[in-house]
């Protein structure tokens, strides 16, 4: 079973910036596609970023070029550097590994 646990939400101000983990359980991150979601007070869950096992990148339209998703192998651990942050970024963030694993969740808000 596939245990993903995330970390670094927190509170920023707009035009902040946060780095979000997700560890991993064993040696999956280098194998599987893995990515991020964010799941906003009353709207459903929707894509954010994943990273594939070759290296490529995926972004929604509302996050490029302020957001970038990496992995450390090493570390068994995924990241999402957030950068240029706005209000509606405001989130419960989770990561996706796979045969549909999911993170326990981390809430990040952007208010000023």
């Known amino acids: 079973q596939v245990q993903l646990v995330e970390s670094g939400g927190g509170l920023v101000q707009p035009g902040g910036s946060l780095r979000l983990s997700c560890a991993a359980s064993?040696?999956?991150?280098?194998?599987?596609?893995m990515g991020w979601y964010r799941q906003a007070p009353g709207k459903q869950r929707e894509f954010v970023a994943l990273i594939i096992s070759n290296g490529i990148t995926h972004y929604a339209d509302s996050v490029k070029g302020r957001f970038t998703i990496s992995r450390d192998n090493a570390k068994n651990t995924v990241y999402l550097q957030m950068n240029s942050l706005k209000e509606e970024d405001t989130a419960v963030y989770y990561c996706?590994?796979?045969?549909?694993?999911w993170g326990q969740g981390t809430q990040v808000t952007v208010s000023s």
């Open positions: 064993g040696s999956i991150v280098s194998i599987y596609t």
């Open positions: 996706n590994g796979p045969r549909d694993s």
